[in-house]
């Protein structure tokens, strides 16, 4: 059973910095990809960044060069560092991974507050 445990959100004033981290267990095969997305409310869940296990990235135009992903292939962790928060941020953050499925964390409450 593969589970997402996501940590790091919290609240924090526009122009903050978070980092999330995301840790993946249980799985005996690879992780091709793991990720961040965000849903605010009533608004649909949004990419916000990816890296696959060969370390390429891509990210959402709106967090180029604010946010960074990276990831430990040996603990099966990602990061997400999140820099010059905006209150347009304020989300619940999915951890993804793909494995042989899509596979969901909780979600962790990131707020911005202006």
């Known amino acids: 059973q593969v589970q997402l445990v996501e940590s790091g959100g919290g609240l924090v004033q526009a122009g903050g910095s978070l980092r999330l981290s995301c840790a993946a267990s249980g799985s005996r095969f690879i992780i091709n990809a793991m990720g961040w997305y965000r849903q605010a409310p009533g608004k649909q869940r949004e990419l916000v960044a990816r890296?696959?296990?060969?370390?390429?990235?891509n990210y959402a135009d709106s967090v180029k060069g604010r946010f960074t992903i990276s990831g430990d292939n040996a603990k099966n962790t990602v990061y997400l560092q999140m820099n010059s928060l905006k209150p347009e941020d304020t989300a619940v953050y999915y951890c993804?991974?793909?494995?042989?499925?899509?596979?969901w964390g909780q979600g962790t409450q990131v707020t911005v507050s202006s």
């Open positions: 993804n991974a793909v494995i042989l499925d899509n596979y």
């Open positions: 890296i696959t296990s060969s370390g390429r990235t």
